[in-house]
Antibody, heavy 119, light 107 residues
Framework: QVQLQESGPGLVKPSETLSLTCTVS????????WTWIRQPPGKGLEWIGY???????NYNPSLKSRVTISVDTSKNQFSLKLNSVTAADTAVYYC?????????????WGQGTTVTVSS | DIQMTQSPSTLSASVGDRVTVTCRAS??????LAWYQQKPGKAPKLLIY???TLESGVPSRFSGSGSGTEFTLTISSLQPDDFATYYC?????????FGQGTKLEIK
């Protein structure tokens, strides 16, 4: 079955770029829809954006000016870049997939990775 | 953007109780709503999609209903494993969005 694993630095300095990767195993990144979600400490879930393997993306308007999501089919991965980070970007970041298509919800999730923004 | 509002924010209940969580959309989203369960330190888990379709492997005590702007998640008889936070999420069109969550606590 499809499994996801996030990776990337756990600590990022203010004003720098947060970069995370989600590795897809048990399936192909070229087959499904992929999403990044985050959760600040003690708060709810925030949808960041999605990508289809063709490169089609859509982003949360509140983050759109700072976010880029990309896919690397050769590595079976997709990635998140968030630039000009501040303490407000401290969160657990999850990658997720819509394995059955866009009508069935996000049915596969990574375990999440904690990113702290601090100098 | 379409806003999703859940109520209540916190719900105290006992094992065996029947509980209902409500999710309201600021605009018509048809039936494009999912419910997720999240336990502390864990990723969310998909429970229900298309407002009322139970995800494979999810106990039948969970059910969802609604369409348009008002939706409900019902747990017919609470079990100890059900104490968690529940989120609704609309996916009628991008950008998607979540409700703020409902924390189900033991009374």
């Amino acid at each position: 079955q499809v499994q996801l694993q996030e990776s990337g630095p756990g600590l990022v300095k203010p004003s720098e770029t947060l970069s995370l990767t989600c590795t897809v195993s048990g399936g192909s990144v070229s087959s499904y829809y992929w999403t990044w979600i985050r959760q600040p400490p003690g708060k709810g879930l925030e949808w960041i954006g999605y990508i289809y393997y063709s490169g089609t993306t859509n982003y949360n308007p509140s983050l759109k000016s700072r976010v880029t999501i990309s896919v690397d089919t050769s590595k079976n991965q997709f990635s998140l870049k968030l630039n000009s980070v501040t303490a407000a970007d401290t969160a657990v970041y999850y990658c997720a997939g819509e394995i059955r298509g866009v009508y069935y919800g996000m049915d596969v999730w990574g375990q999440g990775t904690t990113v702290t923004v601090s100098s | 953007d379409i806003q999703m509002t859940q109520s209540p924010s916190t719900l105290s209940a006992s094992v065996g109780d029947r509980v209902t969580v409500t999710c309201r959309a600021s605009q018509n989203i048809g039936g494009w709503l999912a419910w997720y369960q999240q336990k502390p330190g864990k990723a969310p888990k998909l429970l229900i999609y298309k407002a009322s379709t139970l995800e494979s492997g999810v106990p039948s005590r969970f059910s969802g209903s609604g369409s348009g702007t008002e939706f409900t998640l019902t747990i017919s008889s609470l079990q100890p494993d059900d104490f968690a936070t529940y989120y609704c999420q609309r996916y009628n069109r991008y950008p998607y969005s979540f409700g703020q969550g409902t924390k189900l606590e033991i009374k």
